[in-house]
């Protein structure tokens, strides 16, 4: 099946722990981003990516890096500088005709033990 | 500022019936808007898309409208399912980036 694949499904942080998030996808798109979710709120832009070996911050990017080594895949590490984790994670790309079209993986619900 | 509003933030209805969900945005540079529906725990799947010169389209039981003029959107379900219990989001796109405004959502709920 062609689309974006986010694992885990669900994740705890232990405090003062960097976690990573794993987000692949097989639609040959260039453009990849990540969301946070939180109840009540619209989706916020973390980073995204234009290209391989590039990525731009997005409005709430403290506390979270990423990299893009292959075109294929976008991991998000949260590290311990972000003190309010808990949130709905949400990776997405873009498909690069006239649409414009976001697909989305299934999310990453991640909670703080 | 870039925003996008929905309204309502949550509905209850009955299966069978219609309803009409609202957005209303003030981004600039207008690109497109979409309407995508997001099942609880899962990722946002898109329903619609609509462009500055498109009035009216549908998918299924959904129809989308925009006034450009007005900025506003409305999504229309018609004979509505238990299924589609979820939350729909307005999402706009702005000419010449590659982000997008999100709006906050509608959570339906569609009782039996």
Known sequence: DGGITQSPKYLFRKEGQNVTLSCEQNL????????????????????????????????????????????????LTVTSAQKNPTAFYLCASRDDGFSEKLFFGSGTQLSVL | KNQVEQSPQSLIILEGKNCTLQCNYTVSPFSNLRWYKQDTGRGPVSLTIMTFSENTKSNGRYTATLDADTKQSS??????????????????????????????????????
Request: aromatic content about 14%; some cysteine.
């Open chain 2, 75 to 112: 999504l229309h379900i018609t004979a509505s399912q238990l299924s589609d219990s979820a939350s729909y989001i307005c999402v706009v796109s702005r000419s010449g980036t590659y982000k997008y405004i999100f709006g906050t959502g509608t959570r339906l709920k569609v009782l039996a």
């Open chain 1, 28 to 75: 040959n798109h260039d453009a990849m981003y990540w969301y946070r979710q939180d109840p009540g709120q619209g989706l916020r832009l973390i980073y995204y990516s234009q290209i391989v070996n590039d990525f731009q911050k997005g409005d709430i990017a403290e506390g979270y890096s990423v990299s893009r080594e292959k075109k294929e895949s976008f991991p």
